[in-house]
C-alpha cells in the first residue's frame, strides 16, 4: 500500500481484521542524465542477455531470499514482459558469476532496475556501481533510457546507501498487508 490508497481508513480497516504490515518498500529514481558516471571495475567481464539464462537464476537462487521454487515463478513472469526492452546483465570474474542485474525499460523510457546482487565476497569492490554504469552507458543511453528507477526493502540500508550515492532520490515508499495467521 501506498500513501495513495483509498479509502484513507483502509490500513485501520485491515488491520482490526487481522493484516499486517510487511515488506515496506522504497523506490527511488534519477534522470538518466544526472546519474555520475563512475570508473567500472576493469578486472569484471560483464554480458548482456536479452532473456533471463539459467546461470542468472541459479545465482539469485544461491545468495537472494528467494527459493528455487519462487525462482522458477520468476523466470515465468520475465519470460512474459512484453515492455518493449529488457536486459539480464552477468557480472564475471574468472569464470564465475559474482553478479547480476535486470533492466526492464518501458515505451516511455523509464527504466526499471531489479535482481541488484553481488556475491558477498565481492562486496565493496565496485562490482554494483559497475554493473550500473554498463547498464545506462552499454544498454540505457542506447535504448533512449529518460528515466531510471528501482524498488529497495526500506531496511536494506546498505543498498539505500548505494543508490543514494548515484544520486537517486525517495520517489515513495509502500508496503503490503497480510493477514496474520490465526491462532
Known amino acids: ?8 481508513n483502509l490500513e485501520d480497516i485491515l488491520t482490526k481484521r487481522g493484516y499486517q504490515k510487511y515488506a ?6 534519477l534522470e538518466i542524465d ?4 563512475t570508473r567500472t571495475n576493469s578486472e ?3 554480458f548482456f542477455y536479452d532473456s533471463r539464462v539459467e546461470e542468472f537464476s541459479h545465482f539469485l537462487e544461491k545468495f537472494s531470499k528467494r527459493t528455487k521454487a519462487k525462482q522458477i515463478i520468476i523466470n515465468e513472469i520475465t519470460q512474459r514482459i512484453i515492455i518493449p526492452k529488457k536486459c539480464f546483465l552477468v ?17 516511455q523510457g523509464f527504466l526499471y532496475i531489479g535482481d541488484v546482487l553481488v556475491h558477498p565476497q565481492f562486496r565493496r569492490q565496485n562490482i554494483a556501481t559497475s554493473m550500473l554504469n554498463k547498464l545506462v552507458v552499454d544498454w ?14 526500506k531496511d536494506n540500508y546498505k543498498a539505500q546507501n548505494l543508490y ?3 544520486g537517486m532520490k525517495i520517489i515513495y515508499s509502500y508496503y503490503y498487508m497480510k493477514k496474520s495467521p490465526s491462532k
Open 91 to 107: 557480472a564475471n570474474l574468472h569464470e564465475e558469476i559474482i553478479g547480476t542485474l535486470m533492466g526492464v525499460l518501458n515505451s
Open 164 to 166: 543514494q550515492k548515484l
Open 140 to 153: 540505457g543511453l542506447s535504448n533512449k533510457t529518460k528515466y531510471v528507477w528501482l524498488q529497495i526493502e
Open 44 to 46: 569484471v567481464g560483464f
Open 34 to 37: 544526472k546519474i555520475p558516471l
Open 24 to 29: 515496506l518498500t522504497t523506490a527511488l529514481g
Open 1 to 8: 500500500m501506498s500513501e495513495y490508497y483509498e479509502p484513507k
